[in-house]
């Protein structure tokens, strides 16, 4: 009552009651018929929302609390009916997932019979398989729903559809051809045995998705520019309130091939860490999750590459001397995104492995690309300053940005070791962690190109060099001996009656010295040959 007569002064306190018991307001109705305009039934949903907007505290607090008080629609009254108390038909909802546990498809008298870490190992096999059976849904569903539906309507053509979808269908008897690997690995009590044979054979075969993965960076930019069409966007955006896209958008269906490889490794792990040590999966699965990591690290560095060919062809020059050898030279992006300089402007920085690159985005013919800003400043020259807070005060759109005056947060320059070659950049990250990020990133940069080009490696690798030469040396030495030893040594008996045996004898030897010293031979006299006398043997040398 206190309520009552807090908001009687506002509201007439019989349409209060009127709201408040609907029996007695419709037992006054049949008896005094009002001509007042009362607010209908069907559009009432709480107490609140007969009370007037005031600036009253008092009022505001008391609306506040009553509307948790929900408007039941049960009432009796032959003038309320149920449709016309009930809400708005509502949108229908999302479908969702079948989220059963492998132990609620089991028997109640059977799970007794398992211990918990089998059951932790059993379910985690489960989730598996089910993940399996929804990435194949998603990945029939991207065809059905969006691609073909949008090819027959002309929304997109064959080729940009081409473009934004890949070769998604060609993955899909991939993926079923592991389920089924897995349903006969399945027995009647519905737990499975060993697993890690299948994998070591079917985890090579997600090599298939580095093309697929290294192309997503450029089917995303093609992706968002159609949106800018109003059929697209009309159609995506009745696809997105679906039941059947789960609140998800077309791009997330694109998307479900990569985040599915990424749990494989995931799931192998714990199905290891509940494998007793004595079962036979043990090595099995070990080499299975040396498999998919390698997998993956090759996907990535093809990802990598061709997310880094992406952006160097995006690159717009001013002026011929920005152009660097070293960003076409470049096979890895090591950071990348948006900072600000000293007077505000927005810069989008690439950071390869060799050169530190400042742009600005700009459009041209409805596509992104990005101007560089400045020249471009080589690792090896870089110099990067951690700045404190205030130590910059920031000019252009800064102003009044910042709690202190204009004294700037966040921030970092980058500049050449010798300045005559440019002038440095004063850079503002979005917070603290942004700009820890950069810095971590670029200082790695610098040590990674110092390790790599030191004197010292530069000098154990004249060393090796060197010995390696010395090597290659003595095998030429000992390949040269070994001919040599192979040589017949020849003996003769001097005869001195008949000298052109021996002079015979001594021709076939010189000859035999040239063939293999590649030298001239020399010629003695018969004066010095007759004065050698008795057994003599001859060695070439």
């Known amino acids: 009552m206190v309520a009552y007569d807090e908001i009687g002064s506002l509201l007439p306190i019989k349409r209060t009651l009127q709201v408040i018991d609907i029996q007695n307001q419709s037992s006054k109705e049949s008896e005094e018929p009002s001509h007042k305009r009362v607010r209908p039934l069907s559009r009432v949903t709480s107490l609140a929302n007969l009370i007037s907007p005031v600036r009253n505290g008092a009022v505001r607090r008391f609306g506040h609390t009553i509307q948790s008080i929900s408007f039941r629609s049960d009432s009796k009254s032959p003038n309320s009916s149920q449709k016309s108390c009930s809400k708005a038909a509502a949108p229908t909802p999302p479908k969702r997932r079948n989220s059963t546990l492998w132990s609620e498809t089991l028997d109640v008298n059977k799970k007794g019979t398992f211990s918990a870490k089998e059951i932790k190992r059993q379910e985690t096999i489960f989730e598996l398989y089910r993940g399996e059976q929804d990435l194949i849904d998603d990945l029939k569903l991207a065809r059905k729903a969006y691609h073909d539906p949008m090819l027959k309507l002309s929304i997109m053509s064959e080729d940009e559809l081409t473009q934004i979808f890949g070769d998604l269908d060609s993955y899909i008897p991939l993926h079923e051809d592991l389920l089924e690997q897995l349903t006969k690995a399945t027995d009647p009590d519905g737990t499975v045995g060993q697993i890690g044979h299948i994998f070591i054979k079917w985890l090579p075969r997600l090599n298939a998705y580095k093309k697929y993965c290294s192309k997503q960076l450029a089917a995303k930019a093609l992706l968002d520019q159609k949106k800018q069409d109003r059929r697209v966007q009309d159609f995506l955006q009745r696809c997105l309130e679906s039941p059947f896209s789960r609140k998800l958008d077309l791009w997330s269906f694109l998307d479900i091939p990569r985040s599915r490889l990424v749990k494989y490794p995931l799931l192998l792990k714990e199905i290891l860490k509940h494998t007793p040590n004595d079962h036979s999966d043990i090595e099995t699965l070990e080499e299975a999750i ?10 990535n560095v093809k990802k990598g590459e061709s997310e880094c060919q992406y952006y ?13 050898p070293r960003i076409e030279a470049s096979r890895t992006l090591l950071c990348h995104g948006e900072l600000r300089n000293k007077s505000g402007t927005k810069l989008y920085v690439f950071l390869f492995q060799d050169i530190l690159i400042l742009t600005r985005p700009v459009t041209r013919s409805d596509r992104p690309y990005y101007q560089v800003y400045r020249q471009p400043i080589p690792v090896e020259e870089l110099v990067l ?4 807070d205030g130590d910059v005060r920031m000019g252009g ?9 204009d004294k700037a947060k966040n921030i970092f320059r980058v500049r050449f070791q010798d300045p005559s070659q440019g002038q440095s950049h004063t850079l503002q990250g979005n917070d603290i962690f942004h700009k820890q990020q950069w810095l971590n990133c670029i200082r790695a940069a610098i040590a990674t190109h110092q390790q790599n080009h030191s004197p010292l490696k530069e ?19 000992k390949r040269r001996e070994s001919v040599l030893s192979g040589i017949v040594h020849m003996e003769a008996d001097e005869i001195s009656e008949s000298g052109s045996v021996q002079d015979d004898t001594t021709e076939e030897t010189e000859n035999l010295q040239v063939a293999v010293n590649k030298t001239p031979p020399v010629h003695k006299s018969k004066k010095d040959k007759s004065q050698s006398g008795g057994k003599r043997k001859e060695t070439v040398v």
Do not use: C, M, W
């Open 290 to 299: 040396s498999i998919i990591q390698g997998v993956l690290s090759d996907i």
């Open 312 to 324: 160097i062809d995006k690159l717009d020059y001013l002026d011929e001397r920005q152009k660097d």
């Open 397 to 405: 759109s800064f102003r009044g940005a910042f709690s202190n005056a």
């Open 385 to 388: 300053e951690d700045l404190q």
């Open 459 to 477: 000098k154990q690798e004249t060393v090796d060099t060197h010995e390696q030469n010395s090597r290659v040396g003595s095998i030429k030495e």
